[in-house]
């Protein structure tokens, strides 16, 4: 599968006007690969997710297009998308796992979910089995309430669930962030597996933690503010980035082994502007201690080297 | 900046409360019968309980409402009912809503045992047959007012609001905040006024208006069996009379239609407000 | 200063409180003046529930806790009024820290109201913009703000400034920066190096152990009411001992490295956990005995500032 996203622009609409909470996004993900997506609380990486799945009001598709394995997805029209969602394309939703109908046996709720999808329950159940073998949830969860489940189980249900179509992109959102650590590991695992024995082509895994990332993702893609500031390899973002934003992110992240003594690491000054009306070109400049007037202009997602793409014109113009 | 994001704030409360149906109609039904209550006497001629006119009369100029089998003056008497009406559903109401809210309060913030003694007292009123208590109360008492029915009626229809006040306690207490509090020393009870409370305002204002409502009800089911005030007049007793002495087989809807309408209206419209009210107040519930 | 003594917490639950639920059983440490201790463990380890019991906020069952070698169950009134002049705690959700319907100032009010009665307005005005400075707060900035209107980094520096006011010598951050920012989080952090040297002690809680690394000189490993592990953190985090900890450190994502293959069982059953090791369910390591299961083992210091609770470095045979 190959997903293409070409200058996506989504805005929420308020009464106060456009909150312009996607920017001119254009990137793709290759056969298979596991990408994350990161970045700050209101940097546009939910809305990204919701865009490609699920664009409903407030949000307002205003350009752009996403292409899946080259047809283009009717993003904008929640009814053609029926035919994609959930078979193609397919999410965990943030805070899937506490979304649970709590007074529905799981198995239950399965039902429901697979017919309001048109899909047999009875003809997929030997495969729904299979998956939670897989999962290793014993089959009895079907007859259990979520209520007597743990985090890690309900959350690794809502996995199988949102996969048993064997869609081609799955958008993981925050998956991870409410369990502990041990969980977090096992469920972060099951993912890639997922992705190994192709129950799923290629998954974009949206965080804020790029540390679980540095684990699972072959690729991350970093965000600010609605606009694409870096994407490429795992090991190249966090360990030789190019773009200002994501220095600086890396180096005010606490590793093992780094002590408040020996090196003491910075935060970024300043706050992520307010997107109802945010400032022309680039929207790091404010904060950004390597901005020029050439920032006044929008920076293009340029490729520096094979997979690297920077949106920063300090890195782009020296390249040029 | 901050002034004008206040006032920003205020504006669209008033914003919506405008815009918002339910509230407008029914606010406007409740300030009707209250400036009706309140001035209406001064458009009757009559006293209520005079007889000044033809017998089972229906309504005509002289007498908007008709008269009774006895000729009293209808209107006179359902303005002086619409007043009663308006002081048990205040009284009765309030007194419930205060019970309730030093109950619920309590029991909500303490917990542990003083939180189970109080859920046993709770349900134990919730549980008396309020019906089988009237009656003795109403063989004991052989004269009764409009305050001691107000009085009967707050003393027993306050577990209601008491489960309400109490859960929302309980669910602020766990609030961080209050344990800020705490931690500077400040006693329980100033915690409860003035941290808990004002958060719960909007849902003290909607329980008082429930409970203002139910007292209403209430108190017109028990004057038309008889078991109101033994003196003065209320639209439940108007009820009361009308079908006692024959109405309904007369053909007198003058009599009985009016009171039981303004029930329904007044009551109705309570209702209506508070859903308009927590439309206003829980900004997902709104209509846009 | 604070020392815990085999402190416990154990609530009834279940119909007519039969059962028992232990969230805290026989703890025991000691933070020194000046020092951060971090409190490590997941959910359901106690730990909250131990910062709550040193804030007063929980009462103890068992065991006792000391602040200056008084204890502080035995604390009332003006007694305890003091004590909160020495100890106060932030917490983890910034939003809920605040009463909505205020302006976010009233905090300081309160603490004004409660402690400084006498204090002219000039001057107190003239305290409260000091301490806003010193975590890193511009008094135009802040001030005269409804707490939605400032961010959650904001928030939370506010708080320790209310701390501060307060000339405290003891901090409980619970889990403080887990709801911040990446980019906040290590501004906050910073601050409770620096308020460090300069004489405040911090009982840090967190479930992020490279958090913990950062800025504590002993970490606590909490697992299901239980101290499994204490000691310096280097010497913890360099060579963990107890199975679980050894757990933990391969399980958490690094930065650095990529996870070894470790596949842990993950039920967690409901348990009577007076006797017996409480880790006895999940353990897979080749020296687990019956003995495990029967007697609960004790501290036992295996290195200078290192003690471990696991029957491995038992010292009697």
């Known amino acids: 599968m190959s997903l293409r996203v070409e200058d996506l622009t989504v805005y929420y609409q308020t009464l106060r006007g456009d909150v312009r909470a996607l920017e001119s996004t254009t990137f793709s993900i290759a056969d298979g690969e596991i990408m994350g997506l990161a970045g700050e609380s209101g940097c546009g990486k939910t809305t990204l997710a919701n865009g490609l799945i699920l664009l409903v009001p407030p949000m307002r598709h205003v350009g752009g297009r996403v292409l899946l394995d080259d047809r283009e997805l009717p993003i904008a029209d929640v009814e053609a998308m029926n035919r994609f969602r959930f078979k193609e394309i397919s999410v965990i939703p943030q805070y899937a796992m506490n979304a649970m109908n709590p007074t529905r046996k799981v198995g239950r709720m399965a039902a429901e979910l697979l017919r309001s999808r048109r899909i047999d329950p009875k003809r997929t159940l030997p495969e729904l089995e299979k998956r939670l073998d897989l999962v290793e949830l014993n089959r009895s969860v079907l007859k259990m309430y979520p209520i007597e489940m743990s985090g890690g189980m309900k959350q690794r249900m809502v996995m199988v669930l949102s996969t048993l179509m064997d869609p081609s992109l799955l958008l993981a959102d925050e998956i991870t962030s409410a369990l502990d650590v041990s969980t977090q590991k096992a469920v972060a695992k099951m993912l890639v597996d997922f992705r190994d024995r192709e129950i799923v082509k290629s998954i974009i895994v949206i965080t804020h933690d790029m540390s679980i990332l540095y684990q699972i993702a072959d690729s991350i893609l970093i965000m600010y503010a609605g606009q694409l500031a870096e994407k490429g390899p795992t090991e190249t973002i966090i360990h030789s980035p190019r773009h200002p934003y994501t220095k600086l992110l890396i180096t005010s992240l606490p590793k093992v082994g780094v002590k408040h003594d020996a090196t003491r690491l910075t935060g970024i000054p300043g706050k992520p502007p307010l997107l109802l009306d945010p400032p022309e070109g680039c929207r790091f400049r404010e904060r950004c201690p390597a901005a020029f007037e050439r920032c006044r202009d929008v920076p293009p997602f340029v490729e520096i080297e094979p997979g690297h793409f920077v949106a920063c014109w300090r890195e782009t113009e020296s390249n040029a | ?288 | 200063m604070l020392r815990l003594e085999n402190a416990s917490k154990i609530y009834r639950v279940g119909t007519f409180g039969g059962k028992q639920l232990r969230a805290v059983s026989d703890v025991s440490f000691t933070v020194k003046d000046g020092e951060v201790v971090s409190l490590i463990g997941e959910s359901g380890s106690g730990k909250s529930t131990i910062g709550k019991m040193i804030l007063r906020l929980i009462g103890i069952t068992g065991g006792k806790i000391t602040f200056d070698d008084r204890d502080i169950a035995t604390l009332r009134g003006g007694a305890l009024k003091a004590y909160y002049r020495n100890v106060q705690g932030v917490f983890q959700d910034p939003f809920s820290s605040y009463n909505p319907i205020f302006k976010a100032d009233r905090v300081f009010e309160i603490v004004r109201d409660h402690f400084f009665p006498g204090v002219e307005d000039r001057e107190w005005d003239e305290k409260v913009r000091r301490s806003l400075e010193s975590v890193g707060l511009n008094p135009r900035h802040v001030l005269d703000k409804y707490p939605h209107q400032l961010s959650g980094g904001q928030l939370q520096r506010f708080l320790i400034a209310r701390a501060l006011l307060l000339d405290i010598r003891f901090l409980v951050a619970d889990e403080i920066i887990s709801m911040l920012d990446a980019s906040t989080r290590i501004d906050v952090l910073n601050l409770l190096a620096d308020l460090k040297e300069r004489g405040l002690a911090v009982l840090f809680i967190t479930h992020d152990l490279s958090l913990g690394y950062y800025i504590s000189e002993d970490a606590a490993i909490l697992y299901r009411g239980c101290v499994v592990e204490f000691g310096r953190t280097e010497k913890i985090y360099d060579h963990p001992a107890h199975p679980y900890t050894r757990m933990l450190m391969a399980s958490v994502p690094r930065l650095d490295q990529k996870w070894e293959d470790v596949e842990i069982e993950l039920r967690a059953k409901q348990e009577d956990l007076s006797t017996g090791c409480v880790y006895y369910e999940r353990c897979c390591d080749p020296h687990r005995s019956e003995r495990c299961r029967e007697r609960r083992p004790r501290l036992v210091e295996i290195e200078p500032g290192h003690s471990v609770a696991c029957d491995r470095y038992s010292t009697d045979g």
């Open chain 2, 1 to 288: 900046m901050a002034e004008a994001k206040d006032k920003k704030k205020r504006n669209e409360f008033l914003y919506f409360a405008f815009r918002n149906n339910k509230l407008k109609v029914g606010i406007s039904i409740v300030l009707f019968f209250l400036v009706l209550a309140a001035v209406g006497a001064l458009f009757t001629k009559h006293d209520p309980e005079a007889f000044v006119g033809p017998l089972s009369d229906p309504p005509s100029s002289e007498f908007w409402f008709g008269t009774t089998v006895f000729g009293q003056d209808v209107f006179a008497q359902f303005v002086a009912g619409v007043r009663a009406t308006f002081i048990v559903g205040a009284l009765g109401g309030g007194l419930a809503t205060l019970i309730g809210m030093l109950v619920g309060f309590v029991a909500g913030y303490r917990g542990g045992m003083v939180d189970e003694s109080l859920n046993v007292l709770t349900n134990i009123v919730l549980v008396i047959p309020t019906f089988a208590l009237l009656l003795i109360i109403s063989a004991y008492f052989e004269v009764r007012g409009l305050i001691l029915e107000s009085v009967f009626i707050g003393l027993t229809s306050w577990p209601w609001a008491a489960r309400a006040i109490r859960s929302q306690t309980l669910s602020l207490r766990s609030r961080e905040f209050v344990d800020l509090a705490r931690m500077s020393g400040m006693k329980p009870l100033r915690i409860i006024f003035t941290e808990i409370a004002p958060n719960m305002m909007s849902y003290l204002v909607m329980a008082f208006i429930l409970q203002f409502g139910g007292a209403i009800l209430i108190a017109a089911t028990l004057d038309f069996i008889g078991l109101g005030p033994t003196t003065g007049f209320s639209l439940g007793i108007m009820m009361q009379y009308a079908v006692l002495w024959g109405a309904l087989p007369l053909g007198t809807w003058w009599w009985f239609v009016p009171p039981g309408a303004a029930i329904a209206a007044i009551v109705g419209a309570l209702y209506f407000m508070n859903v308009g009210l927590d439309e206003l107040f829980n900004p997902k519930l709104r209509e846009t």
